[in-house]
């Protein structure tokens, strides 16, 4: 029996904050027993769902059960759900806006259950369920992916991050393949042709963390850690390069995890933890309590790698570890607390690292890694509070982005700062410790961290917490006879929206060489005097965030820019020199640096840089510059020396790191005939990197940049490179490298491929991988296509509502800033901002635009100034 409600009969689309409230305060106790069964290739995931909770009271209203699928359109539909038993008794199914009624007539105060069937769509993109087919060896990979709520996509569930439920899974496999959820397996079953897999009961988990993953995967066993066993799993083609690489995953697992748990006293919270390797998983990882996800490419390196390779990929591994217990252990409440989960685990993987190394370099990656993102959104008119108000978890996918991944974490450390490291330390552990597999609120962390300190610090949270933007702070001073006669710090909100926020900063009174004198500062207004730096010697320069543990945007005052600009390359300490070269790089954005002054600088500076981070963040600016930032004249007059520069350190430089990222470098900015006759050079033998064998994935970014540069061999190089790599990856990277080409044809059939159906009506193969599409927006947007490109900016703007829909969490973001950012004119500018006038129905998408609309606008005016 089935039938579709009217639509006022029916909650809206998604989960509301409403009908979340209404569901949390009537439903505990909840369990999940789920039996589902995948078959090679088929469209469909066939399940079996029985739901057990206790209600405080029997409801006045139907009770809401979610279960959607989508149509290729992303639209919900209905139909996949059959039998429904409410307390053993049959009741008609009815359905609509992806969910299920229970009537309140069947359900009772205290134990109630829910028994149905079900079918759920399986693809290679936009489903919850989704299928890899590896090329080289025909193996079938299959993993679940629910974040933020495509739980519901998949079974019948209460898909809300605040009820918490005990999941029991028993999953129905091809016989050869190998199964890996949240717990270990209890037992299995074979017969000639299936396997049945039984899995322990979980721990109370959210269902956006229940997880499984299947296929034939093999094992790479790992140690035990204090009574936790580490497992890696990988499919088959990649054992052997998985192997090299595990040692190196698995001491970084190991380490913090006995790290962290001594540091949150509190012992890892799950039985196991697996982590098992998805070849192009949308994410570099995701937390499933017991079993992370890691995107494929995060851990087994395509190419050579460079140190900041290697740290991301220790970062990446160490921030889904430390979810165990930021998000898993303890979950937020609702997803506009987001950052409860992200923040710490960010914050927490940099402090676990900083046990391992010096510390200083630890936090000068962290300043590199995280403060320049934050920033960047922080500065514009899209930016969101810390702490985003989500109406319905259909709209959870905004909450994602560098405000929880970047200015979170950075807020973090200000208050550790602020209350010092063991207060810090200890709100932590009562914070965990009250919340035992449960969920909880900002307000609650910050009721911990007061209590810990004692001081409150609800005030200061709030302006933090729930003010969106930062301070733009500067200094002002003056000296006399050798000492400073006055000093005073200032604060304006760099919105220009009126805020100011507290916070504590050293200041480094700097001598030519970086030495100096350091006093502390206090700001609570929009200015403050600084006594304590007054009659101290007069310095060649000053810094106002001596140390980076303070938030915004920190511009050197003229005085002081023009002497960094010309000592900065015998300042001694690498994370000084870090500090000034970020702050030189926020000058150049608000139009106080040069780009060409800029560009020389750096290239002045890099061949002599002892720190290869450092180099290697130079060198990412550098080429920024050099794309965006620099006018068409100015970057010919340029374009001579910086390949000359590139060429020579790509055959020359000291360091192994440098030499990688200058090739990375040259491929990715070289539009010259010598530069195109280099990268020739590299495909076929001539020349070469010294230390650098060339890989697969090194030989498609070459012939890739030669497409996009309308090279003449371009053609038949990647005819040839797609007959010689039959690899599923070489698949990808030329379809891929044909983003690229430079003809109005190929930018339309791209772009057709992009905006199609993401799948069948049945949940079949979408037509394009959505990784395929995120590889190679970049390509089609590539900086020195802008006239090709222009024409599908109106288009990418209208698309916005189907990328929503249908795409996976950071999908969205990637298309906006790659359609946006790529370009560079006042004309592309007056298309954004007429879509803008035009379109008013999604605040949310309107945020999104406006976060990268900065960007193309700063590009205009920077390339526009006269300096």
């Not at 698995?250 to 995890?257: A, F, I, K, L, N």
């Not at 920033?375 to 996918?397: C, E, S, W």
């Not at 190679?776 to 947007?781: D, I, Q, R, T």
């Amino acid at each position: 029996m089935s039938s579709t409600a009217s639509a006022a009969d029916l909650p809206e689309e998604g989960v509301s904050r409403d009908l979340a409230r209404e569901r949390a305060a009537l439903i505990s106790d909840l369990h999940y027993r789920l039996s589902l069964t995948v078959e090679p290739k088929a469209p469909r995931m066939q399940g079996h769902a029985a739901i057990e909770f206790r209600l405080s009271r029997k409801p006045a209203a139907a009770l809401v059960l979610d279960f959607r699928d989508l149509n290729p359109r992303g639209d919900v539909i209905d139909g996949s759900a059959r039998g429904l038993k409410v307390n053993q008794a049959a009741v008609k199914l009815v359905q609509g806006n992806g969910h299920i009624i229970i009537p309140t007539a069947s359900l009772k105060a205290g134990e109630n259950n829910i028994e149905l069937d079900f079918d759920s769509g399986i693809a290679a993109a936009s489903r919850a369920i989704t299928r890899y087919v590896d090329s080289q060896d025909g193996s079938e990979y299959l993993y679940s992916l629910f974040v933020p709520m495509d739980a519901s996509l998949a079974f019948p569930c209460f898909d809300q991050p605040d009820l918490k439920a005990r999941f029991t899974l028993t999953l129905n496999t091809p016989k050869e393949w190998t199964a890996i959820s949240n717990t270990k397996v209890q037992s299995s079953f074979h017969t000639p042709l299936t396997t049945q897999w039984h899995f322990d009961e979980t721990k109370p988990i959210s269902t956006y963390l229940f997880a499984f993953a299947t296929g034939p995967f093999e094992r790479l066993e790992g140690p035990t850690v204090r009574g936790v066993p580490l497992q890696l799993y990988v499919r088959k083609s990649m054992l052997a390069r998985a192997k090299e690489e595990w040692p190196a995953v698995q001491t970084s697992v190991q380490h913090g995890m006995e790290l962290m748990a001594d540091y949150f006293a509190q012992p890892f919270p799950f039985p196991k933890y697996d982590e098992v390797l998805i070849p192009g998983f949308p994410y570099g990882g995701m937390e499933h309590a017991g079993a992370t996800f890691l995107n494929e490419d995060t851990v087994l390196f395509r190419t050579v790698p460079t140190v900041n390779d290697i740290n991301r990929r220790a970062i990446t591994v160490i921030h889904e570890l430390a979810h165990q217990w930021f998000g898993d252990f303890v979950t937020m409440r609702w997803f506009d607390d987001l950052w409860l989960k992200e923040g710490f685990a960010q914050y927490m993987a940099y402090h676990t690292q900083a046990q391992l190394e010096p510390p200083d370099m630890v936090w000068k990656r962290f300043y590199e890694s995280i403060k320049p993102l934050a920033y960047r959104i922080d500065g514009t008119h899209g930016t969101t509070p810390i702490y985003q108000q989500i109406a319905n978890l259909k709209d959870a996918k905004s909450a994602y982005g560098a405000i929880v991944y970047q200015k979170a974490p950075s807020l973090l450390k200000l208050l550790a700062f602020n209350i010092g490291e063991d207060n810090f330390r200890d709100g932590v552990r009562i914070f965990l410790r009250e919340h035992a597999y449960g969920n909880a609120e900002w307000k609650d962390l910050i009721a911990a961290f007061s209590r810990a300190s004692k001081t409150d610090l609800t005030p200061w949270a709030k302006l933090w917490v729930e003010q969106r933007g930062m301070p733009q702070v500067e200094v002002n001073w003056a000296c006399s006879e050798g000492k400073i006669s006055s000093f005073e710090i200032t604060q304006k909100d760099a919105l220009g929206e009126g805020h100011v926020w507290p916070f504590h900063t050293q200041i480094l009174l700097a001598s030519a060489s970086g030495a100096g004198e350091r006093v502390m500062a206090s700001l609570t207004g929009a200015a403050a005097p600084v006594p304590e730096a007054v009659g101290k010697s007069c310095p060649a320069w000053v810094f106002a965030n001596d140390g980076d543990n303070a938030y915004g945007r920190f511009l050197l005052d003229a005085r002081s820019q023009a002497e960094v600009l010309r000592t900065l390359g015998s300042i001694t300490n690498p994370f000084e020199r870090t500090l000034l070269w970020g702050a030189l790089w926020d000058g150049l954005r608000e139009t106080r640096v040069a780009p060409s002054d800029y560009v020389n600088l750096a290239l002045d500076l890099v061949p002599n840089e002892k720190d290869p981070e450092l180099a290697i963040s130079i060198m990412g600016r550098l080429g920024g510059t050099y794309e965006s930032y620099l006018d068409p004249a100015a970057r010919r007059q340029l374009t001579d020396r910086f390949e000359t520069f590139l060429l020579a350190g790509m055959t020359g430089a000291p360091s192994l790191d440098l030499r990688i990222t200058y090739f990375r470098t040259l491929y990715n900015v070289g539009t010259s005939e010598k530069a195109r006759a280099a990268i020739h050079g590299l495909l076929d033998g001539r020349l070469e990197v010294p230390g650098v064998p060339l890989k697969q994935r090194d030989r498609w970014n070459l012939i890739a940049s030669l497409t996009a540069l309308g090279d003449p061999g371009a053609g038949e190089l990647l005819a040839a490179e797609r007959q010689r790599d039959q690899t599923e990856d070489g698949r990808k990277y030329a379809w891929v490298s044909g983003a690229g080409t430079p003809s109005a044809e190929s930018k339309k059939e791209y772009f057709a491929s992009y905006v199609a159906a993401s799948g069948g009506a049945s949940g079949g193969e979408a037509s394009v991988q959505e990784d395929w599409i995120t590889a190679s927006l970049g390509l089609f947007n590539r900086w020195n296509q802008t006239a090709l490109s222009l024409p599908y900016l109106k288009p990418a703007l209208d698309a916005l509502p189907q990328i929503k829909r249908e795409r996976k969490i950071f999908f969205l973001t990637n298309w906006l800033s790659s359609f946006v950012e790529g370009q560079d004119s006042k004309e592309a500018l007056k298309t954004v901002d007429d879509f803008l006038a035009a379109n008013q129905s999604d605040p949310d998408l309107k945020l999104k635009i406006l976060e990268v609309r900065d960007e193309l606008a700063r590009t205009v005016k920077i390339r526009s100034s006269q300096f």
